[in-house]
T-cell receptor, first 108, second 117 residues
């Protein structure tokens, strides 16, 4: 089973700042099958990024993903008020599909 | 616009069987994998298992002995049964779909399941 470790656990930033979230895998993620999701309280997760770097339909271009192998990054170029939420990475290259523990982006 | 609508009993006693159903509206049922994921209160996401229209299943090893996912293609529905529940199974349960080598793009609204004596 691939274990995903996200860092930091919490990121305290102000609107307009840049957010950089990390996801490290315990072994190489097959074919870059790494996704990022955003979750707000009381809501289901929303797909942001698939294939490590491809934005899902309707996702603003301030969200970008990068990385390969075992190290992946989600960057939010300029935080908008609606971006404060919890972000999860997930690998879907090797069953069982697994999630990271999440990074909370909170308002400073 | 594809929507997933899920339902099931929200309060269970220890040792009972959890039962949830998810219906697919507004889109094709075929060609996708239909998934169940859960999230304990205040914690992260855990994938439970998936099924395709042919009934082929894939479960996470830690729950495999207690989980059954089934499909009813005539109703565009799929279901989750989790037997012998304990307090550790208390969580919000989500249904979701994925297409081939793609992640989960459509999710249900979530159902809170509480296990308590």
């Amino acid at each position: 089973e691939i274990v995903l470790t996200q860092s930091p656990g919490t990121l305290s930033l102000s609107p307009g700042e840049r957010a950089t979230l990390s996801c490290r895998a315990s072994q190489s993620v097959s074919s870059g099958y790494l996704a990022w999701y955003q979750q707000k309280p009381g809501q289901a997760p929303r797909l942001l990024i698939s294939g490590a770097s491809s934005r899902a339909t309707g996702i603003p271009d301030r969200f970008s993903g990068s990385g390969s192998g075992t190290d992946f990054t989600l960057t939010i170029s300029r935080l908008e008020p609606e971006d404060f939420a919890v972000y999860y990475c997930q690998q879907y290259g090797s069953s069982p599909w697994t999630f990271g523990q999440g990074t909370k982006v909170e308002i400073k | 616009q594809v929507q997933l609508q899920q339902w099931g009993a929200g309060l269970l006693k220890p040792s009972e069987t959890l039962s949830l159903t998810c219906a697919v509206y507004g889109g094709s049922f075929s060609g996708y994998y239909w998934n169940w994921i859960r999230q304990p209160p205040g914690k992260g996401l855990e994938w439970i298992g998936e099924i395709n229209q042919s009934g082929s299943t894939n479960y996470t090893p830690s729950l495999k002995s207690r989980v059954t996912i089934s499909v009813d293609t005539s109703k565009n529905q799929f279901s989750l049964k989790l037997s012998s529940v304990t307090a550790a199974d208390t969580a919000v349960y989500y249904c979701a779909r994925r297409l081939g080598s793609n992640p989960w793009d459509i999710w249900g609204q979530g159902t809170m399941i509480t296990v308590s004596s």
